[in-house]
C-alpha cells in the first residue's frame, strides 16, 4: 500500500473513532441520524453542490445506481450501529463491526474485483481480525457470562456489531467499485448517498414526530459534530481505494481501534485495558503488514 493512502486510512481511523465515540454517548436512534444527515447536507453544501455542478451532468445510470444502493446500505448500516450502541458496549460493537467488515469486504474484492492478496496481505488480514477479537473482550466472548444481564448485553453486542460489519463490508464494495471502477469523486459518493439516506428516513422520522424538537435539543451538538467530521474520514478512506487496493485498505482501516481502544475505553470506563491494549497492537501490526504487501 503507497505510504499516501496508509497515511489517509490512518487520518480517517482517528476521525472514525471520535465521531463513534460521540454517537454512543449520544444514544440516538433514527432521528439522531436524521438529524447528524440533514446537518451534514447543510455543512457541506457548498463542496457538495460545486462538485455534483461540475460532475454529475456526465453521470449515466451505473453512478446513479451507485449512490442509490449505497444511501440505502448506509442507513441500515447507522441505524444497527445506534441500536448496538444503545444495547451494548462500544468496545464490543465496535470492534466487532469494524473486524467482520474488512474481512467480508476483502474477500468481496479478490472474489469480484479481481484483487490479488499477497502473504503479508493475508497475515496483516488475520492480525487485524485477531486483534479485533482481543479488544472486543477476547474469550470472553465465547464464554458465557455469569451476570445474566452482562451476558445478554455482550450477546447483543456481538449480534449488532456483526450485523452492522455485513453493512460495511456491502458499502465498501459498492463504494470501492464507483470510485475505483467508475472513477466517481469520493465526494460525491459520500455527499448524494446522504440525500438517499434522508429521503428514506424522512418517513421514519415523521412517524415519531412527538417530541422531536425536544430530542433535538438535546442530540443536535452531537449530531452536528458527526455531521462535519464524519463525512471526512470516509470521504480520506475512499480517496485511498483509488490508489490503493480495497483488500488492504479495508483491513487497514482498523487502525481505528487503535483510537477506540485507548480513548473510548478511557471515557467510557468500560474495563478491560491490557486485554484491549494487546488487540491494538495486533491491529497496528496488521495495518503495518498490510503497507508491506
Known sequence: MPASALALVILAGLIHACWNIVAKKVGGDARFAFFSGALLM?????????????????????????????????????????????????????????????????????????EQLSAWGA??????????????????????AHDPAKRQRVRSGVFFGLVTGIFIAAYTVVDGWGVKVLGMSPILVDYLSNVVRLVILLPVVASMRTGLLTVFRQQWKG????????????????????????????????????????IGGHL??????????????????????LAVG
Not at 481480525?129 to 472486543?136: K, N, Q, R, S, T
Not at 462535519?228 to 487502525?255: G, K, T
Open 123 to 144: 497475515l496483516g488480514i488475520a492480525a487485524v481480525v485477531g486483534g479485533v477479537f482481543l479488544v472486543a473482550g477476547g474469550p470472553s466472548l465465547l464464554r458465557a
Open 42 to 114: 447543510l455543512v457541506w453544501a457548498p463542496l457538495g453542490l460545486w462538485v455534483s455542478w461540475q460532475q454529475v451532468p456526465d453521470w449515466g445510470w451505473p453512478e446513479l445506481g451507485v449512490v442509490t444502493v449505497s444511501g440505502v446500505l448506509h442507513v441500515g448500516y447507522y441505524l444497527v450501529l445506534l441500536r448496538g450502541y444503545r444495547e451494548a458496549d462500544l468496545t464490543v460493537v465496535y470492534p466487532l463491526a469494524r473486524g467482520s467488515g474488512p474481512l467480508l469486504s476483502s474477500t468481496m474484492a479478490i472474489l469480484f474485483l479481481g
Open 268 to 289: 467510557l470506563s468500560e474495563g478491560d485495558r491490557l486485554l484491549r491494549v494487546l488487540g491494538a497492537a495486533c491491529i497496528a501490526g496488521g495495518v503495518m503488514a
Open 223 to 262: 449530531a452536528l459534530l458527526v455531521a462535519a467530521i464524519s463525512p471526512v474520514s470516509y470521504v480520506l478512506v475512499l480517496y485511498a481505494m483509488q490508489v490503493a487496493p480495497l483488500s488492504h485498505v479495508a483491513p487497514a482501516r482498523e487502525v481505528s481501534m487503535l483510537f477506540a481502544a485507548l
